[in-house]
């Protein structure tokens, strides 16, 4: 059984989200809770000149969401009917959207996150948008990313960017695992290098962690030459069947540039290519 928070706010872009993960997750047995946070932040600076009661949150704020959600059950009723291994459950909640997020992932035992990214608009756009940024990087839960214009196919191939300077734990990586072997697909292991040169000692261990571990698996290493990794990412995702790519968030090197950044115009694969965050667990 699978814990699944799909987060929603109502946009075809979470609807895209929710969609693409219950096709995902079409032959496993789940639970998915669909959680909307109004934000304090709407509360406070609103129409509302004062903190609202109990009472005022019900009636303008809550109520109003829980009929979206049930508005968003029926439209997974009539669109997915023939998936009886899954059950719903709908959330709702007022303030802070991290900290409703961190409190729902510990209480219902979440496994994954389910949720839409849209990039920011105007001069800094960026790979993906805060709120997204903000729950991979600040909640202890594996988080898949749909770009708006992800739709679900085949998952034939996966790529594990990595520089091979971190030891990865069995536990971080089973959720991959999991997808590659469910799916029958392969995962294309890539590092990027500035230049040609030798892996250390240290390097060369994590290497061959990885190759053990996904021995069952069909996979590839590829090392790459560029002095920028967002280019030779690119490239490689363009030449490739690349259906997701996964990372690991404490590698930080490798992570943050391919999501914290202002390149959106010269990376095509943002929209159209989830992303796979796994935590380790603390």
Not at 2 to 10: A, H, Q, R, S, Y
Not at 162 to 170: A, G, H, R, V
């Amino acid at each position: 059984m699978k814990n699944i928070l799909l987060l929603t706010d109502f946009s075809e872009n979470s609807w895209n989200a929710i969609n693409y993960a219950l096709k995902f997750f079409e032959h496993s047995t789940c639970d998915f809770y669909l959680l909307h946070v109004d934000k304090l932040s709407y509360l406070i600076t609103g129409d509302i000149p004062y903190a609202p009661t109990n009472q005022i949150v019900e009636e303008v704020y809550t109520k109003p969401s829980k009929i979206k959600l049930r508005h968003i059950l029926k439209r997974i009723s009539s669109q997915f009917p023939q998936h009886k291994n899954h059950r719903f459950h709908t959330l709702t909640d007022y303030g802070f959207f991290i900290e409703s997020v961190k409190n729902i992932v510990v209480e219902k035992k979440i496994d994954c996150i389910v949720m839409g990214t849209k990039g920011a608009s105007g001069m800094n756009q960026y790979i993906i948008g805060s709120n997204t940024g903000d729950v991979i990087t600040k909640v202890n839960c594996n988080v898949l990313a749909i770009p708006e214009k992800a739709s679900f196919g085949n998952i034939k191939e996966i790529a594990f960017p990595t520089d091979f300077s971190l030891e990865y734990d069995i536990n971080t990586l089973q959720p991959l695992l999991d997808i590659l072997q469910e799916h029958e697909a392969s995962l294309q292991i890539i590092h990027v290098g500035k230049k040609k040169e030798d892996l250390t000692a240290y390097q060369n261990i994590n290497k061959e962690f990885l190759e053990n571990y996904f021995t069952e698996c069909r996979y590839n290493l590829f090392f790459l030459t560029s002095k920028n990794i967002e280019d030779a990412i690119q490239c490689f995702v363009e030449s490739r069947q690349i259906n997701m790519i996964c990372m690991v968030a404490k590698n930080l090197n490798y992570f943050q540039r391919l999501l914290f950044h202002s390149k959106v115009e010269e990376m095509s694969y943002h929209l159209e290519i989830p992303f796979l965050v796994l935590h380790e667990k603390k």
